[in-house]
């Protein structure tokens, strides 16, 4: 590489604290003109902290601020809003697009920088009156547009525009703003097909060429071994590695990303060809907004704790919350031989399947009632437990509550003042546990556990996980767990299956390589 | 250090103690104290306290069941019921019908509400799949359409074919604005059992009722559905997840407060000794809204505790307001203005405080 090239962007031993909780430890970080740097990291490993670093976002300023300094163009700089950031030339092309559906990509490109002339009217008023030169902000959409090589109508609708195209227009608005040195593209792949990928990453390298730097993240690991000269990889906060694309493999990258050390995995002698398939998924779509289920084949043997991975927004969550009936789907499912209806959540659980939802305070809890309600009312809803019997009428019968829910508090070691005490009130590991005792009420044959520990502390995190283990080993409760946290899934599961893009990549045993696990994980290739 | 440490155990106590004023609300202490100081200054003016004791329980006799009617609707998650002129027509109909038929007492009051009881399931079960379209806006869409009904039946009043003098306009067609209960069941409730104490009048029959109405509500609520009911207002997402159809619970909760309200109006017009038809159930929504309001819940929350207490202290002022303002300044409407005021002014507040303090 050329080490004479000036530097654009040096960010140096970068911290920062959330609340006592280190999100980023020390990262260096140096950006070339012309060079196309490569960020790669599971989710939560600090990307977008460090890119709110960069963009002097208020999260990052009303929580204290940051350690480490910042150089621009050579010369050390504060950035304290994103207003700072724009006024030195950096420019973000958004994951999520920021345009005005109702306008013209002209004016999506032109918002806020209008080009303007005067008249009668602002002459006596001001410049909030100027008319808008429509002619030389359509020529300068046009010429934005032209470096892009994109042929796209510069008076056309966004609304109307194909999904790839209006990536393209994010991208016209920050090369269209002068003085652009430094370019920061957040995912930008991860909703264009695969040509306009290609036709994205060829844009990339010629806006290099023009010498503007370039911060590119993703998690798609080839795209960045196309594109990008040097990769930086981050992990749980820390900077792994950076290296040159000639020093490094797909395979490595992989690694270096997912690179947990597995923790004792209990693993038990279980044989699982000579176990009956207890749970059938076939051909499942589930249609939930930022995790949409494509198709998704699954066989789950009974008795096995089965682990479901991958990066957030690939559809990992969308399955069990599809299978319960909690959103939109289709396909084929059999439980124990019966097939269960799909959207249709009273007969799923029935049937003997419960589910601890990812939204423990959306979806899991009511907030305001009391530790043993929570617990109890779904049972009284589907079983009809706890009630007693007056002829035609039945009522809740507050002994029988109490005495249960003592029983759970007990059993899973629920720290609470008492069972009348309203559940908003607990700790998050106190609050997973009312889940827990919740879904026991059910005597599920099978469990769904999402995000378990997500939101708990350390201690806690292990007691619930401890409890899963122990439900699955005493009463041979199936469990399928869904979590972003790998190690979490590796520690106790019998096999993980690994979801990019709302489909199964592929299932691997919890002690498999590291790099199997990150290469599934970016969606690279299917493993038998 | 000492001096902080110090100034920060005070700052705890301050802040323990605004808590606990916040949570109590500070709208009803402020409507106590309203009551306190009308109590106390018609103590000074020497307005008879019994009798003002007395006139407060027989309204409280009257408007309970309207206030109750809030109820099933706030806690099946679709806020306070504004579509309560709906149920009051529904009884109103029930009342008419009951006259028709020429009965008489206890047994024209229970007829009424035998023949309302079927119309305002009906009623209530289209409203109800009406708020289930409108998610989010049952508020705004419930005034209106309590309006839109009130207006519509304007009309049937006019055309519908009762046929009774004791009703219908002596030239004309259809029914008058004011039908008198007099000789049918005006009273019926409040005679029954009454008996005076210390100058005051209970109006046992009433009470009764209104307490045989909020115990058979607070059974309903400790059943499988009453708590299915419960856990739709509370969280949707969780009663979803646990199996319950949530669209029919809200209906059915939409369809109890319609009948409430129809059972409401008919204990009130037995008080009030008319039936009030055309435009007069416009803003009883808002009166029983405040109430309940008043009593302690929220847009969210309610508990029948609050039904009773907020009733209380709200007709209470009512009661004392009038006399009170009579003596002062001869200002015809000051009493009505005080209700307007209130009213408004507390379900102002509840709006307001949609949101934050969670």
């Keep these: 590489m050329d080490r004479n090239r000036s530097s654009v962007l040096e960010m140096k031993n970068i911290s920062k604290e959330f609340y006592g909780n280190k999100v980023l430890k020390g990262i260096n970080l140096l950006v070339r003109e012309g060079e196309i740097h490569g960020i790669v990291g599971e989710n939560g490993a600090g990307k977008s902290t460090l890119m709110n670093i960069l963009f002097g976002m208020s999260v990052i300023h009303s929580t204290g601020g940051f350690e480490g300094s910042i150089e621009f163009l050579g010369k050390p700089v504060t950035i304290s809003s994103p207003f700072d950031a724009m006024a030195l030339g950096i420019g973000m092309v958004h994951q999520e697009f920021m345009l005005i559906p109702g306008y013209s990509v002209t004016e999506n490109i032109k918002l806020n920088r209008e080009i303007t002339k005067d008249n009668f009217l602002s002459n006596i008023f001001g410049p909030g009156l100027r008319t808008l030169n429509w002619e030389s902000m359509g020529q300068d959409a046009k010429r934005a547009l032209s470096k892009l090589e994109m042929d796209i109508d510069e008076w056309a609708k966004i609304a109307g525009l194909p999904v790839g195209h209006m990536q393209f227009v994010e991208i016209a608005r920050e090369l269209d703003k002068q003085n652009i040195k430094l370019l920061v593209f957040d995912e930008p792949t991860a909703v264009l097909t695969e040509s306009e990928a290609d036709r994205l990453l060829s844009t990339l390298r010629k806006l290099a060429e023009t010498g503007i730097a370039i911060l590119f993240i993703t998690h798609r690991l080839h795209e960045i071994m196309e594109v990008c000269e040097r990769i930086t990889v981050l992990r749980d906060g820390v900077q792994v590695a950076t290296k040159s694309k000639s020093e490094t493999t797909i395979e490595e990258l992989a690694r270096l990303m997912v690179g947990h050390t597995i923790e004792s995995v209990g693993k038990r002698a279980v044989n699982l060809s000579e176990r009956k398939t207890i749970l059938r998924v076939r051909d499942l779509r589930v249609r939930m907004p930022g995790e949409t289920v494509q198709k998704v084949d699954l066989d789950i043997k009974e008795g096995e704790i089965f682990g479901i991975g991958g990066l957030a927004g690939q559809g990992k969550i969308g399955i069990a919350n599809g299978i319960m009936g909690l959103y939109d789907s289709s396909g084929s499912v059999e439980f124990d031989g019966d097939s269960i209806p799909l959207n249709n959540p009273r007969e799923v659980l029935k049937r003997g399947l419960a589910f601890l939802s990812e939204d423990r305070r959306g979806v899991g809890l009511l907030l305001d009632m009391s530790v043993e309600m929570n617990i109890v009312a779904p049972a009284v809803e589907i079983h009809h437990k706890f009630l007693k019997d007056f002829g035609i009428f039945s009522f809740l019968d507050r002994t029988q509550i109490r005495a249960f829910a003592q029983e759970m508090i007990q059993r899973l070691d629920i720290r609470c003042l008492g069972p009348d005490q309203p559940v908003k009130r607990l700790s998050g590991g106190n609050q997973q546990k009312v889940c827990i005792a919740k879904a026991l009420a059910l005597e599920p044959k099978l469990l769904f556990v999402s995000e378990p520990t997500r939101g708990i502390d350390i201690g806690a995190k292990k007691r619930v996980l401890d409890t899963l283990v122990e439900l699955n080993q005493k009463t041979g409760m199936t469990i399928v767990l869904t979590s972003s946290e790998l190690a979490e899934l590796r520690s106790i599961c019998d096999r993980i299956a690994i979801i990019s893009e709302g489909r199964v990549m592929g299932i691997l045993a919890p002690d498999a390589e590291d790099a199997q696990f990150g290469l599934l994980m970016a969606g690279e290739y299917a493993v038998r | ?358």
């Design chain 2, 1 to 358: 250090m000492q001096y902080d440490n110090k100034k920060s155990q005070t700052t705890t106590i301050l802040n323990s103690i605004l808590k606990k004023i916040h949570s109590f609300g500070i709208p009803r202490i402020i409507i106590i104290l309203f009551l306190l100081s009308l109590w106390i200054s018609a103590a000074f003016l020497s307005i008879p306290f019994p009798a003002l004791l007395s006139d407060t329980f027989v309204r409280l006799g009257m408007n309970t069941v309207l206030t109750l009617s809030m109820l099933p609707s706030i806690l099946v998650g679709t806020s306070l019921f504004f579509g309560l002129p709906l149920g009051i027509i529904c009884g109103l109909l029930g009342g008419v019908m009951s006259i028709e038929l020429n009965l008489k007492g206890l047994t024209a009051f229970f007829a009424a509400i035998g023949f309302s009881i079927p119309l305002a399931i009906l009623v209530g079960y289209g409203y109800g799949i009406l708020l289930n379209r409108v998610k989010g806006s049952e508020m705004t869409v419930g005034t209106y359409v309590g309006f839109a009904f009130v207006s519509l039946m304007s009309f049937g009043w006019v055309t519908l074919p009762f046929k009774n003098p004791e009703m219908a306009w002596a030239i004309g067609k259809g029914i008058r604005v004011t039908v008198s209960l007099e000789g049918r069941f005006s009273n019926v409730l409040n005679k029954l059992w009454a008996f005076e104490i210390f100058g005051i009048k209970i109006p046992t029959g009433a009470l009764v009722f209104l307490g045989i109405l909020c115990l058979v509500m607070s059974l309903f609520l400790r059943t499988r559905t009453g708590l299915a009911m419960q856990e739709c207002g509370m969280n949707p997402k969780f009663a979803k997840a646990s199996g319950i159809d949530v669209d029919r619970m809200r209906i059915l909760g939409t369809i109890i407060s319609t009948i409430l309200g129809a059972i409401g109006i008919l204990t009130y017009a037995q008080g009030f000794g008319f039936l009030q038809l055309y435009e007069a159930p416009m803003y009883m929504g808002f009166i029983a809204a405040a109430a309940i309001l008043i009593g302690g819940a929220t847009l969210k929350t309610a508990k029948i505790s609050h039904v009773i207490i907020g009733t209380f202290l709200f007709q209470g002022i009512l009661v004392v307001a009038l006399p009170v303002a009579n003596t002062v300044a001869t200002l015809g409407s000051l009493a009505e203005i005080s209700r307007i005021i209130v009213s408004n002014g507390i379900i102002l507040y509840a709006l307001a405080q949609r949101g934050g303090n969670e």
